[in-house]
């Protein structure tokens, strides 16, 4: 199965990766990184096709998809 990995800290919480995401991976909870922002997590990882939209439209690059093997 893919797998995404966010990482809070590069995360300004813009929501490009959820509103971009065909498969609705991607929210957010009420945790914010150091500088405030509420940052994307994958809520529903299990639902990722790995598709890599995601990290191709974060402005910056917090994504990672790795991709089955
Ligand atoms: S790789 Fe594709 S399916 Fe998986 S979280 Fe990113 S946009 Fe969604
Ligand atoms: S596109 Fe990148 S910076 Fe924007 S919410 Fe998603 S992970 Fe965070």
Known sequence: MPKIE??????KGCMY???TCP???I????A?????YQ????LHPENC???TLCAVICPDA????YKEE
């Not at 914010?32 to 405030?36: D, I, L, T």
């Open 6 to 11: 966010i990482e809070p800290e590069f995360c």
């Open 17 to 19: 990766c959820a509103e």
């Open 23 to 25: 498969k609705k991976v």
């Open 27 to 30: 929210g957010t909870t009420s």
């Open 32 to 36: 914010v990184n150091s500088k405030g």
């Open 39 to 42: 940052y994307a997590v994958p």
């Open 49 to 51: 096709i790995g598709c």
């Open 62 to 65: 917090a994504i990672e998809v």
